[in-house]
T-cell receptor
């Protein structure tokens, strides 16, 4: 399976600031996904990032708050803008996982733990 | 859209068996996934069912009934390391997944 790294692994930020999270994959993948997991909650999809096109955002998430870049097939960034304490969460990127032969299978990065004060 | 329900918490004793149920409602069915997530870690793929019946993989088995919109994950011979959250997920038909809220399993000695 793919090896995914995320930077930073954790951060503590002040409200009103922005943080950019990087996701690096060791192989080329078509689709990359960004999720948020708030404390004690399940995974909520923020957006899908495809190389060469604009990210597709889920209901409740907007580009101004969560701008995404996807400059090539192995890398993506998610920025959490103008942060508030409600943005404290784990942010995870994921990619297609071909092991099952099912396109919807996803393989997750280690996550970025964000605390906003 | 998808509506996925699973119990919030379950507790069991080491060596025992636990069954985690998941019911779903989806407009177009294309399989069901189970993921395991240890505290502070990323979710990891456990199983995928697309046909009715039981699929066994060592101590873990997953069952699906498409007509009932129902699945379960069976954990046998529980070990302390099985303490984790177990997430049921269904594809949305556009290469994305919808996750249930997760079931936290606590294994006691």
């Amino acid at each position: 399976s793919a090896v995914i790294s995320q930077k930073p692994s954790r951060d503590i930020c002040q409200r009103g600031t922005s943080l950019t999270i990087q996701c690096q994959v060791d192989s080329q993948v078509t689709m990359m996904f960004w999720y948020r997991q708030q404390p004690g909650q399940s995974l909520t999809l923020i957006a899908t990032a495809n190389q060469g096109s604009e990210a597709t955002y889920e209901s409740g998430f907007v580009i101004d708050k969560f701008p995404i870049s996807r400059p090539n097939l192995t890398f993506s960034t998610l920025t959490v803008s103008n942060m508030s304490p409600e943005d404290s969460s784990i942010y995870l990127c994921s990619v297609e996982d071909p092991r099952t032969g099912v396109q919807e299978t996803q393989y997750f990065g280690p996550g970025t733990r964000l605390l906003v004060l | 859209g998808q509506n996925i329900d699973q119990p919030t918490e379950m507790t069991a004793t080491e060596g025992a068996i636990v069954q985690i149920n998941c019911t779903y409602q989806t407009s177009g069915f294309n399989g069901l996934f189970w993921y395991q997530q240890h505290a502070g870690e990323a979710p990891t793929f456990l199983s995928y069912n697309v046909l009715d019946g039981l699929e066994e993989k060592g101590r873990f088995s997953s069952f699906l009934s498409r007509s009932k919109g129902y699945s379960y994950l069976l954990l046998k011979e529980l070990q302390m390391k099985d303490s984790a959250s177990y997430l049921c997920a269904v594809p949305r038909g556009d290469y994305k997944l919808s996750f249930g809220a997760g079931t936290t399993v606590t294994v006691r000695a």
